[in-house]
């Protein structure tokens, strides 16, 4: 029989998941030379003078804010599509997101659009790669340094992503990347924050232990959550187990299953979280000292997966790469303007795709800050991810392959 090609991988092993799940509650979870060792190891793989470890990319994105003291109402650049609680933060800083659309092929700032957004106002900017892809950085930074904003880069989904051979992350004030669950060096969660400024590491690190003791419980729930995810992927399990229940909540549910974040909450938050302060652990940091080395083996095979799709498929809608740009393609995406029946169409071929795991923050009804932002919402809409992780037999591969191009055909 044929087996179901799951969208997506945990990248790191059940088996760590298994003695974490133990470890979390013996362990000495604040050993300095694990997380300095880190810490000094991330700095240097991404090229930069300092690393600093929060718990979540958020909470350093929340203190790299904090260190400049920007007055409430200042405006910062923002992305359209992202995690909810970046929004959150720069909130509860008092700063006013603007939200700038996207270009469909980089998915990162139009720089057009960038143009006319910006302001007397506007100290800020949140620089995000979205899915691995690497639009042109020179002109981005251009543009920062011309209207003298603070640039953030989130490269959470572009690590060891180029632009004329030097790695995202490193061309900002600060780089920050989300160590968090799906991503490709995870660690139970974290947010390390890059840069090369020694006074801004004093601070840093000020902040740092001024976080609360790691709470076990959070991080018990962090691995569980690692656990069930990584077990759901293990091909076998997905096919006689997680793909029967997804049919079933379809049944009941018709839609639910296809988008990852309907049930997602959307509400605004009125405080803070207190485990968004817990400190990164050394146990964390020893799965991230364990796995930094992997992720380039993984990123190659992944990347030459998504050269033979797009070989394979030459139908298919996916965006253009911009010249000069190494893209890693943490998830492949392709435009399909039918995208929910093109969905049961792979489905049906027993391939799981999905639409965009993040939030249209530039449209949450709920928040005070919008934007218009199309071209965002068409990727959020339209955009599926195409199966194309390392791990996939050459078989798998050409499947998908197979699939997509004739989804193309039969729906565009
Ligand atoms: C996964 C991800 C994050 C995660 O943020 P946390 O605060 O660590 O949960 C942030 N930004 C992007 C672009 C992401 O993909």
Not at 55 to 73: D, H, V
Not at 256 to 266: H, I, M
Not at 341 to 346: P, R
Not at 392 to 399: E, V
């Amino acid at each position: 029989m044929q087996l179901f090609i799951p969208r997506g991988i945990i990248h790191h092993s059940l088996k760590d998941d298994i003695f974490s799940l133990f470890r979390v509650f013996y362990s000495n979870l604040s050993e300095k030379e694990y997380i300095n060792h880190f810490e000094e190891l991330f700095a240097k793989y991404m090229g930069k003078d300092f690393c600093t470890a929060f718990p979540l990319a958020r909470t350093a994105i929340y203190y790299a804010l904090k260190e400049r003291s920007f007055s409430p109402g200042t405006e910062i650049i923002m992305p359209p599509i992202s995690i909810k609680g970046i929004l959150d933060v720069i909130l509860d800083l008092g700063l006013k997101p603007v939200f700038v659309d996207i270009n469909k092929d980089t998915f990162c700032f139009d720089i057009k659009q960038l143009e006319e957004s910006v302001s007397p106002a506007t100290k800020a900017i949140l620089i995000t790669y979205l899915f691995g892809m690497v639009p042109n950085i020179y002109d981005l930074i251009a543009f920062s340094k011309k209207n003298n904003l603070f640039a953030i880069e989130d490269f959470s989904q572009c690590l060891n992503g180029k632009y004329k051979n030097k790695k995202v992350g490193g061309f900002g004030d600060v780089g920050v990347y989300s160590s968090s669950s799906l991503k490709t060096l995870d660690t139970y969660g974290g947010g390390l924050l890059v840069y090369d400024r020694k006074n801004l590491n004093k601070k840093m690190e000020e902040f740092k232990m001024s976080l609360k003791k790691t709470s076990r419980f959070n991080l018990f729930k962090k691995i569980l959550i690692n656990f069930t995810r990584n077990t759901a992927t293990q091909v076998l399990v997905f096919d006689f187990i997680v793909y029967p229940l997804l049919r079933a909540l379809d049944v009941i549910d018709p839609g639910s299953y296809l988008k990852q974040t309907g049930s997602r909450d959307q509400k605004m938050i009125k405080k803070l979280p207190s485990s968004w302060f817990d400190r990164f652990s050394s146990l964390q940091a020893r799965i991230g000292l364990k796995y930094l080395k992997k992720v380039v083996g993984s990123d190659k095979e992944r990347i030459k997966n998504v050269n033979q799709i797009k070989i394979k498929a030459p139908d298919v809608n996916f965006p253009k790469e911009v010249e000069g740009a190494t893209n890693v393609y943490w998830v492949l995406i392709a435009y399909f303007n039918q995208a929910v029946k093109v969905q049961s169409f792979f489905q049906s071929k027993k391939v799981d795709t999905a639409t965009s795991s993040l939030e249209l923050i530039s449209l949450l009804s709920d928040y005070p800050y919008r934007g218009n932002t199309p071209n965002a919402q068409k990727l959020h809409d339209c955009g599926l991810f195409i199966p194309a992780h390392a791990g996939l037999s050459t078989d798998q591969i050409d499947k998908v392959a197979e699939v997509s191009n004739k989804a193309a055909l039969a729906f565009e």
